[in-house]
């Protein structure tokens, strides 16, 4: 988990008078998760979060399957996906599954309410764009090659500092953590982990909105979103601790780990879930085996299926696959460098690819608005000229 984190004047003890200026109580408002075993923070509000002035239905939120379910190799092409509004409203689906959602949106306005997944943590790869996130726990600043965490129940919204976005995320009932071979017992990143503390950001702007009013937010759960009114700004924090808040990680800080043959897709390991792990490839110097065959070797994904999204044009196993590429490779059938690319990549002292990878421990579905920009053709991309 992240490491503990304060912000603003904390009283001497948890649980005691903290009292405002004129006398009065600041909120206290405890968050975490896992059933009071889990990481935590303890929060410090001008005004109880608790006054909503209203509550009303928004509306389901639904995905649909697409109706060929056959097992084959997919390649979405996402760099055709419209630019949108929304961030929150106007994501498309992609793939999913009961652990998790990808989908991807290219949003050109800040949403002018705030956010709370009530059901997901959510992961978001800032593929294109720059901007700060605001939070109850302080502003996050973004940019491009950006990991956004934010776990459930965080109210939150993108600040976009311009249109031109594209943001892959991923949606999951689990608790998105650091893996747990790169941990201490106590919890501190390893030493031969690919990122340290020093890594991880998190908020540092912590701007206290003492405002009246109304003010919506969103709120996520059961599949539905529920519009709230509170009476109130929601990011009215005057001071929290803990282990529970937003936070980011660059793929550019990724340090990559390297052999002298080539190294199997765990050491890319960047995150992980109950049902999945998250991999970051990045660029580096390839295999140094004066024999070595840089690219993958054939392989079958005998219980996950491995999707593929590529964040440049360097990807060295693959042809045809360029900026904002998405690839499904489903459990049951094998797959490994198109024709010729094995070859061509004995000698290679370095790569530039840079992609971020999910293996799901169950099988992915594919979203019907996804058909809409697939390349029919990937499937036979594979056969000999």
């Known amino acids: ?11 001497a003890k948890r649980h005691t008078a903290y009292r405002k200026p004129d006398g009065g109580l ?14 935590a923070s303890l929060l410090y509000h001008l005004r109880r979060p608790t006054q909503i002035l209203a509550t009303r239905p928004f509306g389901p939120v639904t995905i649909e399957e697409e109706s060929d379910q056959s097992v084959r190799m997919r390649h979405f092409l996402t760099a055709q996906i419209d630019k949108t509004a929304s961030i929150t409203l106007d994501r498309t689906p992609l793939l999913f599954n009961s652990d998790v959602i990808v989908s991807l949106v290219r949003p050109t306005k800040t949403d002018a309410f705030f956010f709370r997944n009530g059901q997901a943590d959510q992961v978001h790869y800032i593929s294109q764009g720059q901007g700060i996130v605001e939070t109850e726990f302080g502003e996050l600043s973004y940019r491009e090659g950006d990991y956004i965490v934010i776990p459930r129940g965080i109210v939150h919204r993108f600040r976009l500092e311009h249109d031109d976005h594209a943001v892959l995320i991923f949606e999951t009932p689990s608790y998105v953590r650091f893996p747990s071979r790169y941990l201490t017992r106590e919890g501190q990143l390893m030493e031969h982990a690919p990122f340290c503390e020093r890594d991880i950001r998190a908020p540092e702007n912590l701007v206290c909105q003492d405002q009246t009013g109304e003010f919506k937010v969103l709120v996520k759960q059961r599949n539905l979103l529920t519009e709230i009114i509170l009476d109130h700004h929601p990011c009215d924090v005057i001071a929290w601790d803990g282990c529970y808040y937003p936070w980011a990680l660059s793929i550019h800080d990724f340090e990559p780990i390297t052999g002298s043959l080539h190294q199997p897709p765990p050491v890319h390991q960047t995150l992980q879930a109950d049902q999945f792990v998250l991999c970051s490839f990045t660029p580096r110097m390839l295999d140094y085996h ?87 053709a990937y499937g036979q991309s594979w056969i000999e000229p």
Do not use: W
């Not at 988990?1 to 009283?11: E, I, K, S, V």
């Open 26 to 39: 600041y909120a206290e408002h405890l968050m975490g998760t896992l059933g009071f075993d889990g990481p």
């Open 290 to 376: 004066p024999e070595a065959v840089p690219a993958p070797y054939n392989h079958s994904n005998v219980m996950s299926d491995e999707l593929i999204y590529y964040a440049n044009d360097q990807f060295i196993s693959r042809s045809g696959a360029g900026f904002g590429s998405l690839t499904l490779h489903p459990a049951g059938l094998p797959h490994g460098p198109q024709p010729g690319k094995a070859e061509a990549s004995i000698g290679g002292k370095r790569t530039e690819e840079l992609a971020v990878m999910i293996d799901t421990f169950h099988p992915l579905k594919v979203a019907a608005p996804a058909l809409d920009f697939e390349d029919p």
């Open 1 to 11: 988990m992240p490491c503990y984190q304060q912000r603003g004047n904390l009283p």
